[in-house]
């Protein structure tokens, strides 16, 4: 899986890249045909928003989360994408039945 991590208005240390990874290598724990990704980190004056585009096969997954602390928002978007890469392979698998 190839990973794109960007940031505006905040620069993205290699913790912080280091952290994404880790968060979504549970994705492709669930499912192998992850392609790539890409995370932007965004930083306004009270929000940190992190958001993730998933290119799978067949299909590209879009998540985004809000809250007070990046850190926090990251792993938000990480549950998230979590919920969504298991519902697409539910439904690709299902009509392959």
Known sequence: ???NV???HVEVTPAIRTYV???LERVTRHFDHVIDAHVILT????RQKAE?????AG???HCESEEEDLYAAIDLLADKLDRQVLR?????YDKRV
């Open 21 to 23: 990874k880790s968060k």
């Open 43 to 46: 930083v306004d004056k009270l």
């Open 59 to 61: 299909k590209d997954l």
């Open 6 to 8: 960007s940031g505006h």
């Open 88 to 92: 697409y392979k539910d439904k690709l």
């Open 1 to 3: 899986m190839n990973l």
């Open 52 to 56: 993730v585009t998933l290119h799978v």
